[in-house]
């Protein structure tokens, strides 16, 4: 089967760091995606891991261990705006346009 | 601009009844796909479609139809048969994945469907 675990909520504090973790147990394994997500908006995509290792993009960066099926979500310099879910998802086999299967969404609360 | 359109975003239904809802892309991809989200649940696959004309079930699928006679359009129709339909409905699209392309889900606004 499938199964996707993030923690359901997390709260930090502006301008600290915060780390988001995900893990993975699926059939197949071609691509891990994270998406933001505002309240009552579409989710927007922020990173993608397919190999073991550190993707950054700005204030934002993501990890893979495909080994460990552990992946982990990173956000530095907290700003208010980074209030939001964030949606893990794998893409879990190699062929074709494979629809993504996605976590439950870790809503994340940023304090002043 | 690029980018996909579902309509309406605010629907409202009395039990009983079928609803279609839109979605239009204008960026060319091949693949298309309906997610349902319900709180604390994430989202959640009814169907895809990778080419016009064919299109697949996915996990709940039960009490939903689709059709996809163009590329750049998959309406969903929300039927009788579904048994618990109200929920944010997200309408999105894709490319192949290859060496160059993520083929990450470009999603729609949504649209919010209440059943009274």
């Known amino acids: 089967g499938q199964n996707i675990d993030q923690p359901t909520e997390m709260t930090a504090t502006e301008g600290a760091i915060v780390q988001i973790n995900c893990t993975y147990q699926?059939?197949?394994?071609?691509?891990l995606f994270w998406y933001q997500q505002h309240a009552g908006e579409a989710p927007t995509f922020l990173s993608y891991n397919v190999l073991d290792g550190l993707e950054e993009k700005g204030r934002f960066s993501s990890f893979l261990s495909r080994s460990k099926g552990y992946s982990y979500l990173l956000l530095k310099e907290l700003q208010m705006k980074d209030s939001a879910s964030y949606l893990c998802?794998?893409?879990?086999?190699?062929?074709?346009?494979?629809?993504?299967?996605f976590g439950k969404g870790t809503r994340l609360s940023v304090i002043a | 601009d690029g980018g996909i359109t579902q309509s309406p975003k605010y629907l409202f239904r009395k039990e009983g009844q079928n609803v279609t809802l839109s979605c239009e892309q204008n960026l060319n991809h091949d693949a298309m796909y309906w997610y349902r989200q319900d709180p604390g649940q994430g989202l959640r696959l009814i169907y895809y479609?990778?080419?016009?004309?064919?299109?697949q079930k996915g996990d709940i699928a039960e009490g939903y139809s689709v059709s996809r006679e163009k590329k750049e359009s998959f309406p969903l129709t929300v039927t009788s048969a579904q048994k618990n339909p109200t929920a944010f409905y997200l309408c999105?699209?894709?490319?192949?994945?290859?060496?160059?392309?993520?083929?990450?889900?470009?999603f729609g606004e949504g649209s919010r469907l209440t059943v009274l």
């Open positions: 998802a794998v893409r879990d086999r190699y062929s074709g346009n494979t629809p993504l299967v």
């Open positions: 999105a699209s894709s490319i192949l994945p290859d060496r160059v392309n993520t083929g990450e889900l470009f």
């Open positions: 479609s990778q080419i016009v004309n064919d299109f």
């Open positions: 699926t059939s197949g394994f071609n691509g």
